[in-house]
């Protein structure tokens, strides 16, 4: 378990929740459980130049005829957000390999104390 910031250590799980085969960037979903007291829903994996890269889920609205997003959830601390991305990224790799495997199985969970 990893200390944030001289709080006590986060429990975080992870599963992928939708893999998506194809040519566009968004490669799959993920939801995660911290602490075992809050979930957080549709968290995107995107590749990009075999750049994979994890976007925190959003509400997007007008203002002056242009389309603003807003992250409806974020790590509040860059270690914080570091550990996040990394286990997400862990558990999309776990998925494709699964994926790559054979038969689709039951969805990949991770579990990970940060």
């Given at each position: 378990?990893?200390?944030?910031?001289?709080k006590?250590?986060?429990?975080?799980?992870?599963?992928?929740?939708?893999?998506?085969?194809?040519?566009?960037?968004?490669?799959?979903?993920?939801?995660?459980t911290?602490?075992?007291?809050?979930?957080?829903?549709?968290?995107?994996?995107?590749?990009?130049?075999?750049?994979?890269?994890?976007?925190?889920?959003?509400?997007?609205?007008?203002?002056?005829?242009?389309?603003?997003?807003?992250?409806?959830?974020?790590p509040?601390?860059?270690?914080?957000?570091?550990?996040?991305?990394?286990?997400?990224?862990?558990?999309?790799?776990?998925?494709?390999?699964?994926e790559?495997?054979?038969?689709?199985?039951?969805?990949?969970?991770?579990?990970?104390?940060?």
């Open positions: 378990m990893a200390k944030t910031q001289g006590t250590p986060i429990d975080i799980q992870v599963r992928i929740d939708r893999l998506m085969v194809g040519e566009d960037s968004a490669k799959a979903f993920a939801s995660v911290i602490g075992g007291a809050f979930a957080v829903h549709d968290i995107r994996i995107t590749e990009k130049d075999n750049k994979v890269t994890v976007g925190m889920p959003f509400r997007s609205y007008k203002s002056g005829g242009e389309t603003k997003y807003v992250d409806t959830f974020h509040i601390t860059a270690e914080t957000r570091s550990a996040l991305v990394a286990e997400v990224t862990k558990a999309y790799e776990a998925a494709l390999e699964q790559m495997a054979g038969p689709k199985q039951s969805k990949v969970s991770m579990h990970q104390h940060m």
